[in-house]
């Protein structure tokens, strides 16, 4: 594996790699690799012959009173992470690299519709964040396929939309969510819970479980329902922001035609936020 800082050099390291038609994957990420990661990584060989990984914790993407700072970086795990996963360039860039005229002074990218919803509402700029980040990788790399999974399933919308929009030449991929045997959905902030949290968080998936459920059963969406999913995650000790059934093709509340759906939650339990999603689809 080749490990990269330098801009040139990525570029360099990506064309001799790319020589003989082979196709490049990215896979972005911010580092303090997991299982969910590196499935990433995995799915990537399906799609391409180059595998290249970005560790980068980006701090446009985190609001002021949020854990840039404390978020968990792990360099020395994460390099042999990646080594067992077989990818072919680590690009590790700082920022300077990424953002040479500062943070505050980068030209930005947002989506319209996606960026304001959902996690959106609760974290304002976060989405402007991600995607600004994400052009910056997909203009320095130009992968044929990046890899993103869906855990942050908003974020994985909106950077199809984004690729949509401005006839970007990658296709976007989206991997399932890989769970614990208890059903949490793994998170590089998983660890900020404290063992009783741990034992709690899994009730947040239960919860998604119990709301689909119901959806399917009535077969309609309502807000008791919205409504009753958060009650049930209050009553377990969470501080929910939001849990909500949209349709999967732009996460917009469905209407009574739309079959293909997903329940989305954000919750807070203790100093972690939790975010998770389950698809499901209602029979005609």
């Not at 990420?29 to 499935?39: A, D, F, P, S």
């Amino acid at each position: 594996m080749i490990t990269v800082e330098n801009i040139a050099v990525l570029k360099d390291q990506v064309a001799r790699l790319r020589q003989g038609g082979k196709r490049v994957a990215l896979v972005p990420t911010m580092g303090n690799l997991h299982e969910g990661h590196l499935r990433l990584m995995h799915e990537a060989r399906q799609y391409a012959q180059v595998v290249v990984a970005s560790i980068y914790v980006n701090p446009l993407q985190f609001g002021k009173n949020e854990d840039f700072n404390s978020y968990p970086r792990t360099p020395g795990h994460d390099k042999v992470s990646l080594l067992s996963a077989r990818v072919d360039v680590l690009f590790k860039p700082t920022e300077m690299e990424m953002y040479p005229r500062g943070a505050a002074a980068q030209t930005f990218v947002e989506v319209p519709g996606f960026s304001e919803e959902l996690c959106g509402a609760f974290r304002p700029g976060h989405f402007r964040g991600v995607a600004t980040a994400v052009y910056r990788l997909f203009s320095l790399v130009k992968p044929d396929v990046a890899l993103f999974g869906k855990k942050d399933y908003q974020q994985w919308m909106l950077i199809r939309q984004m690729a949509a929009d401005l006839d970007l030449p990658v296709e976007i991929i989206g991997v399932d969510i890989v769970r614990e045997p208890d059903g949490l959905a793994l998170s590089s902030r998983n660890q900020y819970l404290t063992p009783d949290e741990r034992q709690v968080a899994p009730r947040l998936y239960q919860a998604l479980g119990s709301l689909r459920d119901r959806v399917v059963q009535q077969a309609a969406v309502t807000p008791e329902a919205e409504e009753s999913a958060m009650t049930e995650l209050e009553t377990n000790g969470f501080k929910p922001e939001y849990v909500a059934v949209r349709r999967r093709q732009d996460l917009k509340p469905p209407t009574a035609q739309d079959r293909q759906l997903v329940v989305l939650a954000a919750a807070w339990l203790g100093r972690t936020r939790l975010i998770d999603n389950l698809e499901f689809e209602l029979k005609p």
